[in-house]
């Protein structure tokens, strides 16, 4: 058995949670599911991400508190998952005291190990706001291709902005120009990390994604430099040193730390060693899946492993980022000001979450970017969801001749080997994060499924009343379904449960050949899934 520990990205609490948030996140709950199916020790944690200026940018619009828009996401977010059928083991907030002692006894080890130091610098000033004002609170015009735009990332280019690309730029808080002066802050040597990075890099990009890959190789490529701790700011993580009161710790340093610190909350509530996700320990196997969208990578493939080689303490490194490629929306860019990131509440009113999951996973961004268009999602739901997986079941267990009993039979042996070859099948993509393929590999018994039953003709078999090959038939058609609500379980839950719960078996998924027994009265049936009509559009 292993120690399985699954860290989904955080999501900003500065809006609304949307399907791009969604289909990064989705992998990391098929992990998990399978390896609970596996029989493996699984931790899946995660939380709301609620510091840093984003946030504090939403409060200063509509005039309320960080803490109350931090509350009213997080809020949102737990009810998104919830309804999705996300199984997370302990979802946070990275707004707790108990993530911020945590956080700030890291930062003093990281101090004391001469990680940590401080330095003082030129900076940009408001002097109308008061304050010093950093990357998204600043207006400049990019180096590289001219556009003007918020000083975190470029809107057009999406060239990263460096401290002395923001020296000269207009306040987006109050439009004055700013000016430069001396400040001093914490700051982190990460540029100490280039040669265990590169070994760590090396030694994992067999099972990174191209993605992880290319970006983590190009920033090793441009040379590490040290990175600011902590900033100018009023809502955050207080610096636990000296003369730093009037800062917060920098969010890119707690934030990822809230793996961590959510691990050890999660084992102290429930009476667990939190290190034994995260420690070196013989006779002991682990592994650790980082999971998350593109612009995530650095933070998960270098960020991370450095701060936790930064404690000199025998952490595993997380060797599996799934790093996903980004959704649009009808060929576009989910963007706030085009409003076409519809919030996941919204979809989640009008559409099967299962069939959600299903559009998620199947055209999950995995090598390159996804779209989404209603007309796409309607198809495949009718298509693959209703036409094959639920009509299959439907028409089996709901065929009048049962009467709600299974009637004893035997099984097809082809079949029994087809399913046995599924799960391996499955297994084996899943495993290599390819969970488009793992979810093909279910479809496509299904579609064996389907052909079997028209083949075998039951309909026929029952008019002519050969009991003995319709019994057959009806018996290897439902052992097929008992072992889709296995395989279905890491992608459609929900349905999975439903199936258990109508055969009577095992609440629990397995990963292994099940068959669901005989002369038991199961009743009617209701379908898994409805059509979707022309109307069904947000």
């Not at 920098?250 to 009476?271: D, N």
């Not at 303490?313 to 929306?329: K, R, T």
Request: charged letters at 25%.
């Amino acid at each position: 058995m292993k120690n399985v520990l699954i860290g989904i990205a955080w999501t900003y609490a500065n809006s609304d949670i949307h399907l791009g948030h969604i289909i990064a996140y989705m992998p990391g709950d098929v992990l998990a599911r399978f390896h609970r199916a596996k029989g493996d020790n699984v931790l899946m944690v995660s939380g709301t991400d609620c510091h840093g200026t984003p946030t504090t940018e939403r409060a200063i619009r509509e005039g309320k508190t960080p803490r109350e828009i931090v509350e009213r996401y997080h809020e949102q977010y737990v009810e998104v998952f919830r309804r999705l059928g996300m199984s997370y083991d302990y979802y946070t907030m990275t707004a707790t005291s108990y993530h911020a002692e945590k956080v700030q006894d890291m930062i003093k080890k990281l101090y004391a190990n001469g990680y940590i130091y401080s330095k003082t610098e030129p900076a940009s000033f408001c002097p109308k706001c008061g304050k010093f004002v950093y990357d998204r609170e600043v207006e400049v015009v990019c180096p590289k291709c001219g556009a003007v735009s918020k000083g975190d990332q470029c809107g057009n280019c999406d060239y990263v902005f460096q401290a002395q690309d923001l020296l000269r730029g207009k306040c987006r808080i109050c439009g004055s120009q700013t000016e430069i002066r001396d400040n001093t802050n914490l700051y982190f040597a990460l540029s100490k990390f280039s040669k265990p990075l590169k070994e760590h890099f090396e030694k994992c990009a067999k099972y990174w994604r191209k993605n992880t890959v290319n970006e983590t190789a190009k920033f090793l490529d441009e040379g590490l430099q040290d990175r600011a701790v902590t900033r100018d700011l009023n809502w955050g993580v207080p610096v636990p040193f000296e003369g730093f009161e009037d800062k917060r710790i920098y969010v890119w340093i707690e934030a990822v730390w809230g793996y961590v610190t959510a691990t050890m909350a999660y084992c102290e509530q429930h009476g667990l060693d939190w290190r034994d996700y995260w420690f070196k320990k013989d006779n002991q196997e682990n592994l650790i899946y980082m999971c998350h969208g593109k612009d995530n990578i650095v933070f998960h493939s270098i960020i991370f492993p450095a701060l936790l080689m930064a404690t000199k303490d025998p952490y595993l490194m997380p060797e599996h980022c799934v790093s996903s490629e980004f959704l649009n929306i009808n060929g576009e860019k989910i963007s706030k000001s085009k409003g076409n990131g519809w919030p996941m509440l919204d979809m989640l009113d009008k559409f099967n979450p299962d069939s959600l999951r299903f559009f998620c996973i199947a055209n999950g961004p995995e090598k390159r970017d996804s779209n989404f268009t209603f007309e796409e999602y309607h198809a495949q739901h009718n298509g693959e969801i209703v036409n094959k997986f639920g009509n299959f079941v439907n028409r089996t267990l709901n065929y009048k001749g049962l009467d709600g009993f299974l009637p004893a039979g035997e099984m097809d042996n082809d079949i029994r080997k087809k399913i046995e070859t599924t799960y391996q099948c499955v297994e084996k993509n899943i495993l290599s994060c390819n969970f488009r393929d793992a979810l093909s590999n279910v479809m496509q018994l299904v579609e064996d499924a389907n052909k079997y039953y028209d083949t075998m003709q039951p309909w026929v078999l029952y008019k002519n009343e050969d009991k003995t090959a319709f019994n057959n038939c009806i018996y290897t058609c439902v052992q097929i379904i008992a072992n889709l609500s296995n395989l279905f379980e890491p992608f459609m839950p929900f349905s999975a449960e439903k199936i258990r719960e109508y055969l009577k078996l095992n609440n629990k998924p397995t990963w292994n050949y099940i068959e669901a027994e005989t002369g038991k009265n199961f009743g009617k049936f209701e379908a898994l899934f409805t059509r979707l009509t022309d109307k069904d559009v947000m």
